[in-house]
């Protein structure tokens, strides 16, 4: 199994982002032989076209901001969005077609309820 990880973040630099990434993947494959890698990417419209889902793990304001219909576009589809922060308009996320996903808050909408 391969899992590509594409990565952006805003506020810290891509070197340092590198760092911290393989400092977590360095010998910790739990016994699996998996092949991991990951890219830094300059947007978060780069970081998302073609994904499968978005994990929102920071509380930075451009978050609440960002196109997520040209976003939606350019996922796979079901496209998922996990909110790690509870920042995000989750009801327009989900009018927009996003299977949203969040910890602490059940969302039992009509297209959240058939995960694939």
């Known amino acids: 199994m ?43 419209y780069e970081a998302a076209q073609k994904a499968h889902a978005i994990v929102v793990c920071t509380e930075w304001d451009e978050f609440k901001d960002y196109d997520y219909s040209k976003i939606y576009e350019n996922m796979e589809k079901p496209a998922f969005i996990f909110d790690g922060r509870k920042i995000l308009d989750h009801e327009k996320l989900m009018r927009i077609g996003f299977r949203v996903e969040t910890v602490g808050k059940n ?8 995960l694939v």
């Not at 590509?4 to 010998?27: A, H, M, T």
């Not at 969302?107 to 058939?114: D, G, I, K, S």
């Open 2 to 44: 391969r899992v590509l990880l594409f990565r952006y973040d805003p506020k810290v630099p891509s070197e340092q982002i590198e760092c911290d990434i393989n400092s977590n993947i360095s010998g910790n494959t739990n016994g699996l032989d998996e092949k991991r890698s990951f890219e830094v990417k300059k947007s978060p």
């Open 107 to 114: 969302l039992n909408h009509v297209n959240n309820h058939n």
